[in-house]
């Protein structure tokens, strides 16, 4: 009886981690028409409202794979990243926000720029960054490419790049909030290697 219930027991946990995978990998849709007015209206005269409403336009945490209805949105966002880039260093949190969560529907160039602009959020608002690191942590496979994004950047100049590295642990040593401290930590130490 025992191990029939152990069998029975095994199997719902089985067929619950089953439905669970399930329900992260379906499909989410995007109102790509309403992302690319919204965004329009938020790069002319942007403000914390058109961010939010552009939040609530963005899917969660889930990263979108079919972004092919989406280019021209995506592309519009591309073309001008600067002025969310500007709202994201005046330390905008809604603007913060959406930084993180245009991860959902980012690919390759946009996303390298997304990279460029969060990373250097880590001198600014270190606390702000790892606050919306910590809730789209799944929308990362690793964080070097956020941490340093400078790399790139400073190529030539390995006293820029160092100078940036320790700009940014120093930073985030900063930050003492008990719930940031893990991933404050895992983020020093990847900085420390690059």
């Known amino acids: ?22 329900a992260q990998t379906t499909a989410v849709s995007v109102d790509w028409k309403g992302l690319e007015e919204a ?6 005269a942007p403000t914390e409202e058109g961010a939010d409403k552009i939040l609530k336009l963005l899917p969660g945490t889930v990263k979108i794979i079919d972004i092919k209805d989406g ?13 969310l880039e500007g709202e994201i ?21 946009l996303e390298v720029a997304l990279n460029k602009v969060i990373g250097n959020l880590i001198s ?25 994004s400078f790399v790139r950047e ?19 040593e900063s930050v003492e909030e008990k719930p940031l401290k893990a991933l404050r930590n895992e983020c020093i130490k990847i900085l420390k290697k690059l």
């Open 39 to 44: 965004w329009h209206a938020y790069y002319s």
């Open 154 to 172: 400073m190529a030539i100049d390995p006293n820029a790049q160092e100078l940036e590295k320790n700009l940014r642990i120093k930073s985030l």
């Open 124 to 148: 600014f608002f270190p606390r702000l960054f790892l606050e919306e690191l910590s809730i789209h942590r799944d929308l990362f496979f690793t964080l070097e490419p956020i941490l340093g």
């Open 89 to 109: 260093y005046s330390g905008n949190p809604n603007a913060i926000k959406l930084g993180f969560r245009l991860y959902t529907i980012s690919y390759g160039a």
């Open 71 to 83: 280019f021209v949105a995506i592309n519009a966002i591309q073309d001008h990243l600067s002025v």
């Open 1 to 22: 009886m025992n191990q029939r219930m152990t069998v029975f027991c095994l199997f719902g946990w089985i067929l619950l981690a089953a439905l669970n995978a399930n």
